[in-house]
């Protein structure tokens, strides 16, 4: 697990925060690197095999004032061999259609 804290440009609110980050993780060109969940049961092992360069755990974050803290799971050693691939289809301009698809 990671821990990002992060001072942002302007305030926002817990549920503002998710929301953004979710319709990022379901719509964005970001859909193919990060998950989100709100599951209070997440545990490490739940994500072993994700492809994900992270998964931002929403029950988790913290936002107060500019001010946030982040908790984003992820596999190391699968996820991380996931996003070389990733890298890799990039660079040869090669992108997968991902579901649910804008």
Known sequence: MAVANLNLE????KEELNTYLRDMALTSELSAQIDYTD???????D????????VVDGAAT???DNRCV???WYDNEFGYSCQVVHCMEQMMGVRYKTYPHK
Not at 10 to 13: A, E, I, L, P, V
Not at 39 to 45: A, D, I, L, N, Q
């Open 10 to 13: 302007s305030g926002t609110s």
């Open 47 to 54: 994500l072993v095999g994700s492809r994900f360069a992270g």
């Open 62 to 64: 913290i936002a107060q």
């Open 70 to 72: 982040l908790y984003i």
């Open 39 to 45: 599951s209070t049961e997440v545990v490490s092992s």
